[in-house]
């Protein structure tokens, strides 16, 4: 895997104007028994939310939320294959998750996945979901894919997701820990890259008025390892993959006119001849 620091996005293929768009987000602060609780991650959901559907005019029907105890194995689950149903060529569709995860390393590789660490989603009933299982299920995406997850050894779970039309994004490399502020509400990733610098603007380096998906990655990625420098397991270094070069973004505009044609030819015109 690479994707280390930050990504520039010269022109390509991109998202299209009139895609069909989607969206599974996924915030777990709370959980059955005695798991540690968050404080960032349901606050991380509600604010990808409001990015897409009250910023980005994604059709609310479109976009589905599960949060905190609502978010089970069985829910997101079902969430994934109606995201995958939904897509077609046309589509730009979004995985957003936040929470714990729970990395494991097996020297004997009894998954047979060719990784002796692997990552597993940690939803509510703590019923684990493999990186095998998202990237499986994140390949069948028609169209193109934005995959997010902001969550300890984040950057693990690209289980082969990342391609051309899918871009991945984490918010810390594989061996990193990720983190939180219960003052933002929300993980320093999320915070940085869709609160701060989508939903108030502050990644629009360009100042064009709008902010692309790389712009907001790379704001994050500036910033999050400088606010968590101090953290006792280190600093965090957000993580990408995939694209083809292209800038994304959330509502892509309409194709600009065609130019006027050409005016006809004068008419009743006489053609002089000039002697030589």
Known sequence: MSGLGIKSAPAGAAPQYGTNKWALIIGIDQHYGRTRTNVGSAGDAHDVYNALVNKFHWPAEHVRLLTNKAATQAAIRDGMRWLV??????????????????????????????EKTDEFLWPADNKFIMDNELGN??????GWGWINVSGCEAAGLNDN???????FTGSSQESEKSYEDKNWHNSIFTGLMVDSGILNGSADDN??????????????????PGITKKQKPGPQHPYIAGGDGAEWVFDPPPPPPPPPPPPPPAKNCRVVCLPV
Not at 91 to 113: A, C, E, L, M, N
Not at 137 to 142: G, H, Y
Not at 207 to 224: D, T
């Open 85 to 114: 149903n939904n897509s077609d060529p046309d589509s730009f569709s979004i995985f957003h998750y936040s929470g714990h995860v729970k990395q494991v390393t097996d020297k004997k590789d009894r998954d047979k996945d060719g």
């Open 137 to 142: 299920s994140m390949r069948a995406l028609r």
């Open 161 to 167: 997701i990342s391609s051309s039309r899918r871009i």
């Open 207 to 224: 100042n064009n008025g709008v902010v692309s998906l790389h712009e907001a990655y790379n704001f994050a990625a500036r910033n999050a």
